[in-house]
C-alpha cells in the first residue's frame, strides 16, 4: 500500500478543511512547491493535489503552481479539482501531471471520462467522495442521491487508474478512517481503491493493511502530517512491511 501525501491548495497556499468546509480552513504552508520538496524528501512516492478553488469554481485556479510542482519534483503527482473538460485534462497531462482525478465529472458527465481514459489509459483517476454512502460534487457543496459503489461499477468497463474514495464526514477531522465503507468498495470493483478522508494515526495505516479480503491500493493522508500526529517515515516504514 502506497502512502500518499496530500497538499491543498487554496488562494495559493497549502491548506487543511475540515469535513471541507470552505469556512473552517486551517494553513499550513504559504509554499505549496516547498511543502511538496519536504514530502519527497521524506520519503513520499507519489504527491495528491486539490485546487480547492478550482473544484468550487469548475475550472482551475492554481494550476500554475500545480504545474510547477509536477514538472519540479522527480515522484509521480496526481491532481484533482476543477477539472471537468478535455481540455484541462489535456492541460495537465501534457504538462508533467501523471494522473488528474475526477469527481464532479465522473457524476454528471460520463462521456468525457470516457473519452479521457480513450486518449490517457491508466491516468484517469475517479474521485468518489461520500456523505453517508452518497456522492457529493462541486467542492462538495452538492449532494446526489447517487450510491457511492453504483457509480464505481459504472466505470469498471473503462481504463480507469485508481478510485480516490472519501469519507467527506470524517475528512480534516482526525477521527479515524472509514475502515468499513473503504474495505466495501475495494470488495465491490476491480478498479483499485485509495482511501482517503480522516486518517489520524499509525492505528489507522494498521488497519487499512490488515484487511486481508481485498486490497486497498492506497491511503491518502492529509492533516495528520501536518500537525505530526504521523510521521511521514514511519507511515510508510510500516507500509512496507506488509
Not at 50 to 71: E, F, Q
Not at 145 to 161: F, G, H, M, S, T
Request: aromatic content about 6%; charged content about 25%; overall charge negative.
Amino acid at each position: 500500500m502506497i502512502i500518499i501525501p496530500a497538499i491543498d491548495i487554496k488562494e495559493g497556499k497549502c491548506v487543511r478543511l475540515a469535513q471541507g468546509d470552505f469556512d473552517r480552513v486551517t494553513t499550513y504552508a504559504d509554499n505549496p512547491v516547498e511543502m511538496a520538496f519536504a514530502w519527497v524528501q521524506k520519503g513520499a512516492e507519489l504527491i495528491h493535489i486539490v485546487d480547492l478553488d478550482g473544484s468550487l469554481a469548475g475550472l482551475p485556479r492554481n494550476s500554475k503552481i500545480i504545474i510547477d510542482i509536477a514538472r519540479k519534483l522527480e515522484i509521480p503527482v496526481q491532481v484533482g479539482g476543477g477539472i471537468r473538460d478535455m481540455e484541462t485534462i489535456e492541460y495537465y497531462l501534457t504538462n508533467g501531471v501523471s494522473s488528474v482525478i475526477l469527481g464532479t465529472t465522473a457524476l454528471h458527465n460520463e462521456a468525457v471520462v470516457e473519452e479521457a481514459c480513450e486518449n490517457f489509459p491508466e491516468r484517469i483517476i475517479l474521485g468518489i467522495d461520500a456523505l453517508d454512502g452518497k456522492v457529493a460534487s462541486h467542492g462538495w457543496t452538492q449532494k446526489s442521491e447517487q450510491n457511492a459503489i453504483d457509480l464505481a461499477k459504472r466505470y469498471e468497463k473503462y481504463a480507469v487508474k485508481a478510485i480516490v474514495y472519501t469519507d467527506i464526514h470524517r475528512d480534516g477531522m482526525g477521527t479515524g478512517i472509514n475502515i468499513d465503507a473503504t474495505r466495501d468498495m475495494a470488495k465491490a470493483v476491480k478498479i483499485p481503491v485509495i482511501a482517503s478522508g480522516g486518517v489520524s494515526s499509525i492505528e489507522d495505516i494498521e488497519n487499512l493493511l490488515s484487511v486481508t479480503d481485498c486490497e486497498i491500493y492506497g491511503v491518502i493522508i492529509g492533516r495528520a502530517l501536518y500537525t505530526g500526529a504521523i510521521a511521514l517515515e514511519e507511515a510508510i516504514r510500516i507500509s512496507k512491511k506488509y
